[in-house]
């Protein structure tokens, strides 16, 4: 259970744990937000992020995983927790929001939750660069006044850095960001001075607005 949400999740063959524990405290910051909403939960997994904000009230929410295993936990979850509104989408994320973007599709939330994009200090130009295609791709597919929820478990990937990809890509199709939250890893999750690997959670909680410039 997580946040009042009860999940049942493979701790074995599953990812990591079985379950990332490492942004409990950044899912329930959504919670606040998600009520009558219409939620994109992009690299979902077994649909952490929005079955706790279908759980808050959203309305809809559709969930995006290349893992044919997380989709069906994500079916799963949504059941046992008597919700109705989950749909998902089983494929490759870029190629999903692309589709998505094609099909004129609007969310009111679109949370972003990859796997570390720059894996290796040698990956960081292409790493900042989906990046930057991704948080693109995001706030397309965000209404008016939508609430994008970019998050990054890289550690080669800096909050300074990941606020100025936000908002070169928010730019780059006309959108005014503005940064209302910032998230870390949870306290489970110490970082250690002088060890910065173990401070590599972050997420940003971003308005966009349009027709604002
Ligand atoms: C950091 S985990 C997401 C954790 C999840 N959001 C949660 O809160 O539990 C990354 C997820 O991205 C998925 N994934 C990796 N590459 C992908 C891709 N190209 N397209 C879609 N999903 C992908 C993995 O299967 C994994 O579930």
Partial sequence: EENGVR????????QKTGWFYDHRMNRQRLQAYAPGKRVLDVFSYVGGWGIQAACAGATQVTCVDSSAGAIDSVHHNAKINGLDNIETIEGDAFDALKALCDE??????VVLDPPALIPRRRDQK???????RLNQLGLRLLGRDGLLVSASCS?????EKLTDIIRGSGRKIDRFVQLLEQGHQAPDHPVVPGIPETDYIKSCFVRSLTGFL
Avoid at 7 to 14: H, I, K, L
Avoid at 155 to 159: A, K
């Fill in 104 to 109: 004129k599709e609007k969310f009111d939330i």
């Fill in 7 to 14: 999940f049942e999740v493979p701790m074995e063959g599953g």
């Fill in 126 to 132: 292409a790493g900042e660069e989906a990046y930057a």
């Fill in 155 to 159: 550690m080669h990937l800096s909050q």
